[in-house]
C-alpha cells in the first residue's frame, strides 16, 4: 500500500481526482472568502500546537505570521498590524512573541528601523521532533 494511499485513507480523502467539491471555494461555500489569499499551514501544527506548549494566543499569533510568510524569508509584520488583526494590544503581541522565544520557537531578529522579522524555523524544528516522538509509538502500536 502506498504512502499517498495511506494519508488519503486515514484523513478521509477520496482518491486522486480532480473534483471541483473539493476546491476552496466549494469547501467554504463561497468565492470571495480568498480574494485576499489563504494561508498553508500543515495540519500538524493544528494538531500539536499544544504538545509545544503554546498557549492559543501563541498559536494565533504563529497563525498570523504566516499570512506574512510568503517565500522561504522570515515574515516581518509590525507588532501593530499583528495586534490590530488579532484585536489585542501591541504590548500583548510582543509578550507572545517573546514567550514564543523562551519556548525557543521563534526567533525575533531585529531590522534596524524596520519592524523585526520572525524566524519560525525553530518551531519547525520543533514539530519536527514531536513528529518524530509520534512515529516510533504509531509503529510499536501496529
Do not use: C
Given at each position: 500500500m502506498?504512502?499517498?494511499?495511506?494519508?488519503?485513507?486515514?484523513?478521509?480523502?477520496?482518491a486522486k481526482e480532480?473534483?471541483?467539491?473539493?476546491?476552496?471555494?466549494?469547501?467554504?461555500?463561497s468565492t470571495t472568502l480568498f480574494?485576499?489569499?489563504?494561508?498553508?499551514?500543515?495540519?500538524a501544527?493544528?494538531?500539536?500546537?499544544t504538545r509545544l506548549a503554546l498557549s492559543h494566543g501563541e498559536a494565533m499569533f504563529v497563525l498570523q505570521?504566516?499570512?506574512f510568510k510568503w517565500n522561504e524569508n522570515a515574515p516581518?509584520?509590525?507588532?501593530?498590524?499583528?495586534?490590530?488583526?488579532?484585536?489585542?494590544t501591541p504590548e500583548?503581541?510582543?509578550?507572545?512573541?517573546?514567550?514564543l522565544e523562551t519556548k525557543k520557537l521563534l526567533t525575533r531578529?531585529?531590522?534596524?528601523?524596520?519592524?523585526n522579522a520572525f524566524d519560525l524555523r525553530p518551531l519547525t524544528q520543533a514539530l519536527e521532533a514531536t513528529l518524530q516522538e509520534l512515529r516510533p509509538a504509531k509503529t510499536a502500536a501496529a
Open positions: 502506498s504512502k499517498e494511499f495511506r494519508f488519503r485513507a486515514r484523513s478521509g480523502f477520496p480532480n473534483s471541483p467539491s473539493r476546491s476552496f471555494a466549494a469547501r467554504w461555500g480574494d485576499e489569499g489563504f494561508v498553508g499551514v500543515p495540519a501544527f493544528l494538531r500539536y500546537y505570521l504566516m499570512s516581518f509584520p509590525s507588532y501593530k498590524t499583528l495586534s490590530q488583526r488579532m484585536d489585542i500583548m503581541a510582543r509578550r507572545h512573541a517573546k514567550s531578529v531585529k531590522r534596524t528601523g524596520q519592524s
